[in-house]
């Protein structure tokens, strides 16, 4: 009898020192946790063959459906992520538009702003050529206004001016009958061939020998005037058809 009470004791330490061991081992060497496992199975192990094939099948469906939980977050990020890429795409699509057109509008204010600053230029040169006008308006005894026959000075009668004279003489002829049609025109055309004689004139009254004489010098600075009024003649002309126009309206 004591024999079998050695025996039972021995049993009852090993078990105890064994238990103590399992609970002071590190977490990697530690049994295996089954969440299925009853709580009357010793080391949380299946007692028998079918209540571990039923403990694996519950742990097998619990993965798949883990596994198709996150497969299914996963395809909402992915779809998340593609609508952001498409709203990045529709952002950039519609800054580039807004830039184009942001440009465009900066170029046609450029060429609307040019186009306004052209004009202004023209109107103030047409308010310096008008003052000019009336400033060097050739009389009725200086330029035909009805025909456009030019009355020469004396200073500038010789054949050595005639090539001048008879360009002049063209181009009124035409202002005075076609008129309006090419106003434009025959003002650009008048003050070219006008600064031309005079440029002509001036070069030969420096080399003058009587250059130097009151007489000489008045006739020079008279035919110069003269020129400058054929100049603006065509404007003169332009001025009084828009003036008796605009009467008749």
């Known amino acids: 009898m004591r024999r079998l009470l050695s025996i039972f004791a021995l049993l009852f330490i090993s078990n105890l020192s064994g238990h103590t061991l399992a609970q002071s081992s590190p977490p990697h060497l530690a049994p295996a946790n089954f ?147 090419n106003e434009e025109l025959f003002e650009s055309r008048a003050a070219i061939l006008a600064e031309k004689f005079r440029g002509r004139l001036r070069s030969d009254f420096e080399v003058d020998p009587e250059r130097n004489l009151r007489s000489v010098r008045e006739a020079y600075l008279d035919t110069q005037r003269f020129l400058l009024g054929l100049k603006f003649a065509p404007a003169f002309i332009a001025n009084q058809a828009n003036r008796a126009l605009a009467i008749n309206r």
């Open 35 to 181: 969440p299925y496992a009853p709580p009357e199975a010793f080391h949380r192990h299946s007692s028998t063959a079918a209540e571990g094939w039923l403990r694996g099948q519950a742990v097998r469906r619990q993965a798949e459906g883990n596994f198709r939980v996150l497969d299914a977050q996963a395809e909402i990020l992915r779809q998340q992520v593609e609508s952001l890429n498409y709203d990045n795409h529709l952002k950039k699509t519609a800054a580039a538009i807004t830039r184009k057109q942001l440009l465009a509008d900066y170029r046609q204010y450029e060429r609307n702003q040019k186009q306004a600053r052209r004009e202004l230029a023209r109107q103030r040169q047409r308010q310096q050529d008008f003052e000019n006008v009336q400033d060097y308006r050739l009389t009725n005894f200086e330029f035909n206004w009805t025909t456009g026959a030019i009355y020469w000075p004396t200073f500038v009668a010789s054949p050595r001016y005639a090539a001048h004279r008879y360009e002049l003489e063209r181009l009124m002829h035409d202002v005075v009958h076609v008129g309006g049609l």
